[in-house]
């Protein structure tokens, strides 16, 4: 088979690039190796910046969005059993962001991928891609038991961390630069309505603990648990006597407790390989670069990725005009590492480290005090949250 452009993984970024694209009339081929139904039900982010939004707006991919996600204007942080409430628009020149779960967001593009008869194979195992330094780079994959190769103009590996995209480009050709974290996120989908309006950010001195939602029915909570912890250590009761101990406050609120429909533990990492390019090879998305889960922002940086990209693609089969594709590796990676440490700074400043010294914990201390009580200090906050860009 042959494509115009060759996309590996069916996660946002690749399902985006293939819909955005598209409405551009250029036509892609996007290889899954999982089942619908599970890229369909995979529980990871649920954030999403006004510049993300406003992508999938502007694409017309945005009709289920609209009636069901939940825009909030501002967060919590708790730390000391006490609330203090950081205002978005009023930070951060009138920009919030929406409450709206990446399975969500997956299910909107594949079905609209489906209406628009663009082509998705799932189950389909991507295993190299061949000749990126050619005009005529291929993918070699494996669907129903066959191996297949894929000729495409472009390849773009949206395959995530464990990809094989990063992986096929030779000794030398990339940078990688990582930092690993000393705890990782235990994170619980329950059937209750949230405890809050908008979202919690606690620190306390056992550890991190955030409340989110997914819709006025279904919470979703995180933990900040030992990296050797798996969920067995982790029983539902503990689970709950645990948020209710990092999210208590002085005062009148309670945590509702309802029945734990998933359990998951990841682990926190940044990581960010440079340039996102060898030849004709593109990397978007979590195959490039990870952020730790804090800031909310892997989502939003695949996103903007592939924005960047489909222009590019774009530019370059209408006109020749190849200076978008040469600037989307340097353009995307200012994003990137505005949000590398957005991400590292609102970790470190969470989270409980068993190293640290209490000269450290003084300063967190600190810092969390200045946030909560300085305009200058929580408008920095609310305009990272809410997306930055230097344009
Ligand atoms: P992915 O969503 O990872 O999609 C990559 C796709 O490629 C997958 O469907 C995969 O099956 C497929 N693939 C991989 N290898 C191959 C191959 N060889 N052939 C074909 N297909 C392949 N962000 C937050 O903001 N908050 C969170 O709470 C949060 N939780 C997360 C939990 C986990 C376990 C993970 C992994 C990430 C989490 N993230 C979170 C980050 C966020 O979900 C990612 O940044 C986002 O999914 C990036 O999208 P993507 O399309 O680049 O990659
Ligand atoms: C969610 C995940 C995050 O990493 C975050 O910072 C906020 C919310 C979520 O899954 O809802």
Redesign the pocket.
Known sequence: PRTTVGIIGAGPAGLLLSHLLHRQGIDSTVLERRSRDHVEHRQR???LEQGTVDVLRASGAAARMDRQGLEHHGIELRFDRRSHRIDFPSRAGGRSVM?YAQTEVVKDLIALRRQDGGTVLFEAEALSVDGARTEHPSIRYRHQGAEHTLDCAYVVACDGFHGIGRRSVPEGGLTVVERDYPFSWLGILADVPPSCEE?IYAHHERGFA?H?MRSPRVS?L?LQVDPEDTTGDWPDERIWGELETRLAIDGDWTLRRGPITEKSITPMRSFVSEPMRHGRLFLAGDAAHIVP????KGLNLAVADVTLLAQALTRHQAHGDESGLDAYSETALRRVWRAEHFSYTMTTLLHADPAETAFDRALRLSQLRYLASSAAASASLAENYVGFTED
Request: charged letters at 10%; a positive charge.
């Open positions: 982010a649920g954030i409450v979202l955030l989110s979703r995180y889960p804090t800031g909310a």
